[in-house]
Nanobody
């Protein structure tokens, strides 16, 4: 059974920080590209940051310089360090595992991030 379990969301003031985690089980984590997506109310889900099996990262322009994605293959865990949070970052954040060659992907259930004063 494949599971992606996110944690670390919450309520934070503008300018604050949060660290999201996504623990993966049931798949060979090492061969999956990983990503963080988010969906705000009334908006489409969008890519926030991605990291390949080789550690190559990419970011949405809106989070460059503020967010950092990383992975720990030994712990089968994906991270998203979010600094200098803005109200526009408020959304449900989802973890995704993707094996593009065979068009396989798995999603977590999401964790809510609310940035508000």
């Amino acid at each position: 059974q494949v599971q992606l379990v996110e944690s670390g969301g919450g309520l934070v003031q503008p300018g604050g920080s949060l660290r999201l985690s996504c623990v993966v089980s049931g798949i060979n984590f090492n061969i999956f590209d990983m990503g963080w997506y988010r969906q705000a109310p009334g908006k489409q889900r969008e890519l926030v940051a991605g990291i390949t099996t080789g550690g190559i990262t990419n970011y949405a322009d809106s989070v460059k310089g503020r967010f950092t994605i990383s992975r720990d293959n030994a712990k089968k865990t994906l991270y998203l360090q979010m600094n200098n949070l803005e109200t526009e970052d408020t959304a449900v954040y989802y973890c995704k595992a993707e094996f593009a060659t065979f068009r396989i992907d798995y999603w977590g259930q999401g964790t809510q991030v609310t940035v508000s004063s």
